[in-house]
């Protein structure tokens, strides 16, 4: 278990739909960092925040969207959505924003869209 | 962040050390070279991370070549349980902004 919990585990839906992901670092930990693993990509970086502000972007598709909240606990809002997007949505945490070592991840949210 | 190079499938028997290379041939002086594995869809796991020297934790070694322009991760003694994707990754400590990119690994499947 590495602390960091995500919600929901399984979403299906249709497209167009909008849907949020959400993600609560593990205690203490000040950054947050969204990637997106599909089965032709990889895990793709999408978008990173510190302290409730956004700190580097990635590979994230104007259609998403990223906050982090006072208590740190953060959420993607996917919106429009495409069969493409049909994805794992992995979410990790780490200390500070460039610390050395781990980042911890959590065990995904998997998106089907139909 | 410089890029890596792995091979895309290892395999190795249970019980036996598993070595998986690494190029980073362009790596800076200041990226640290970083292991992670994915077991089948689950969130990817930090392994072991290093600089210049050769580190060793519970669950596996790196060694780093003295030019820096490629390492080996070492998993002692592989169990079924080893099999995974594992990645290398450089990346620069303590800068603003720096996320892993991971790239395509290596997937190594232990036999028994």
């Known amino acids: 278990d590495s602390g960091v919990t995500q919600t929901p585990k399984h979403l299906i839906t249709a497209t167009g739909q909008r849907v949020t992901l959400r993600c609560s670092p593990r205690s203490g930990d000040l950054s947050v960092y969204w990637y997106q693993q599909s089965l032709d990509q990889g895990l793709q970086f999408l978008i990173q925040?510190?302290?409730?502000?956004?700190?580097a972007k990635g590979n994230i598709l104007e259609r998403f969207s990223a906050q982090q909240f006072p208590d740190l606990h953060s959420e993607l809002n996917l919106s429009s959505l495409e069969l493409g997007d049909s994805a794992l949505y992995f979410c990790?945490?780490?200390?500070?924003?460039?610390?050395?070592?781990?980042?911890?991840f959590g065990e995904g949210s998997r998106l089907t869209v139909l | 962040d410089a890029k890596t190079t792995q091979p895309p499938s290892m395999d190795c028997a249970e019980g036996r050390a598993a070595n998986l290379p690494c190029n980073h041939s362009?790596?800076?002086?200041?990226?640290?070279v970083y292991w992670y594995r994915q077991i089948h869809s689950q969130g990817p796991q930090y392994i072991i991370h290093?600089?210049?020297n050769n580190e060793t934790n519970e669950m596996a070694s790196l060694i780093i070549t003295e030019d820096r322009k490629s390492s080996t991760l070492i998993l002692p003694h592989a169990t079924l349980r080893d099999t995974a994707v594992y990645y290398c990754i450089v990346r620069v400590e303590g800068q603003a902004g720096t996320a892993l990119i991971f790239g395509k690994g290596t997937t190594l499947s232990v036999s028994s």
């Open positions: 290093g600089l210049k």
């Open positions: 925040y510190y302290n409730g502000e956004e700190r």
């Open positions: 362009t790596i800076s002086g200041n990226e640290y």
């Open positions: 990790a945490s780490s200390v500070t924003w460039g610390s050395t070592g781990e980042l911890f």
